[in-house]
């Protein structure tokens, strides 16, 4: 199993990333995905989630700002931020989550300047 994530980088406040995350050796379409981040001395976050289903959740401080989707023909997750601010500044991890098993990629380094 592979989820590999891209799409980080350095970016202004204000600005907009669009991160993927590569999934493989999974069956894509039946797992419910997520976006978790980590910011420095922080304790991993969820950041939002997308059923098999295709029903989102986010958090309440990316609410508005960022949207996930999939694309369970391409096995890919996406997740487009756009406004971002300093404060979203962390490493952003991909998670595959399905019947109690669960699978993480090594994460993008998302940077946001002031």
């Known amino acids: 199993v592979q989820l590999v994530e891209s799409g980080g980088g350095l970016v202004q406040a204000g600005g907009s990333l669009r991160l993927s995350c590569a999934a493989s050796?999974?069956?894509?379409?039946?797992?419910?995905m997520g976006w978790y981040r980590q910011a420095p001395g922080r304790q991993r976050e969820l950041v939002a989630s997308?059923?098999?289903?295709?029903?989102?959740n986010y958090a309440d401080s990316v609410k508005g700002r960022f949207t996930i989707s999939r694309d369970n023909a391409k096995n890919t997750l996406y997740l487009q931020m756009n406004s971002l601010k300093p404060e979203d500044t962390a490493v952003y991890y991909c998670?595959?989550?399905?019947?109690?098993?669960?699978?993480w990629g090594k994460g993008t380094l998302v940077t946001v300047s002031s």
């Open positions: 998670n595959a989550y399905y019947a109690g098993v669960k699978y």
């Open positions: 050796g999974i069956t894509f379409s039946v797992y419910n």
């Open positions: 997308i059923t098999s289903g295709c029903t989102p």
